[in-house]
């Protein structure tokens, strides 16, 4: 059974901040090694969110729980949780690749966690986080970055991989996007993909297709703006050692059918995109209602 329909002004605040955009630096998703849960990925990207690519410092975010569970169509809200998952991620730490601050001209590596403040209040239903500041170039001033040609981000909306069920399809989704700007392809050793996925215990290329490419691949197409195929493009005597991944923007039609998709996974059976949010948001994609009240392009 799903969730009771939103009211427009509930949905429109729902809505709003699933299409945040998250800014990262390209080498934080290319380069790093994260053990994290779905939840996990979903808490860290949801408080990336809130950061803007042109933001100058860290500060101290504050987020209602409730919010964070209605906007990635958690059914449970739990205080407990929250806590639970805050304190999971300040226990994982890993080096990061940066500037010496106190050999300039130098690179050092950095042993960083997520958060040095992080703080919940029962009574209020809030929690409050900020960035480690060893973050900063992977996380703030991206745009002045790509402006002055000193570095590179990837930008996508965070509503893509809220619907994802399996971790592996978030982590991927967001490998691959840097190199999707240009529709392009590009080939991972199979070996280097499972340490940038975390799933180096899938030894034999069978269990990690199955249980990780298939699932990821199939969760992207369906709920993401983003298509992927990928094949086996080397191989060692009968071992598969590289794949290669096709990667190609959606149109605005299968944008909109992804965006209904998520919309179901999300928050049930309710299909409210026939309201004045959805509307909205087709007609950002350059769609309009005929006559008859069905979806058309608007150039058609």
């Given amino acids: ?20 955009k998250i800014y990262t630096a390209d080498t934080l ?33 504050t987020l209602w729980i409730k919010d964070f569970y209605e906007i990635c169509g958690m059914r ?16 994982k730490s890993w080096w990061i690749l940066m500037e010496d601050p106190n050999e300039p001209g130098t690179e050092c590596e950095s042993l960083v966690n997520w958060f040095t403040v992080a703080r919940t209040n029962k ?13 900063v170039p992977y996380l703030l001033e991206l745009a002045k970055q790509w ?14 991989i809220l619907p994802m069920k399996s971790q592996y399809s978030v982590r991927l989704y967001q490998l691959l996007k840097p190199y999707q700007k240009n529709n392009a392809e590009y080939y991972f050793k199979i070996d280097e993909l499972k340490r940038l996925l ?24 369906k709920f993401s703006d983003m298509k992927v195929s990928w094949e086996v493009t080397d191989k060692e005597g009968k071992k598969a050692t590289e794949i290669t991944f096709y990667m190609a923007e959606k149109n605005n039609t299968e944008r909109v059918d992804a965006q209904k998709a998520g919309l179901t996974e999300l928050d049930g059976e309710i ?5 004045t949010v959805m509307q909205g948001q087709m007609n950002l994609f350059g769609y309009d209602e005929d006559e008859d009240g069905k979806a058309c392009h608007g150039n058609e």
Avoid at 123 to 135: A, S
Avoid at 148 to 153: D, H
Avoid at 271 to 275: G, I, K, L, P, Q
């Fill in 29 to 61: 998703l290319q380069k790093g090694r994260f053990t994290l849960s779905l939840t996990e990925q979903r808490l860290i990207l949801y408080t990336i969110s809130q950061v803007k690519p042109t933001d100058e410092k860290f500060q101290e975010y």
């Fill in 123 to 135: 009574k209020t239903g809030k929690f409050t986080i900020m960035f480690h500041p060893d973050m």
């Fill in 198 to 221: 975390d799933c180096k215990n899938y030894k034999g290329f069978k269990d990690f297709r199955i249980n990780v490419l298939e699932p990821a691949t199939r969760e992207i197409n």
């Fill in 76 to 91: 449970d809200e739990s205080y407990t949780d929250v806590k639970r998952i805050i304190q999971g991620l300040q226990r």
């Fill in 147 to 160: 402006q002055e040609e000193k570095g590179f981000y990837t930008q996508f909306t965070f509503r893509y």
């Fill in 1 to 20: 059974m799903g969730r009771p329909k939103k009211s427009d002004r509930q949905l429109t605040l729902v809505e709003k901040a699933r299409d945040a």
């Fill in 271 to 275: 299909h409210y995109w026939d309201s």
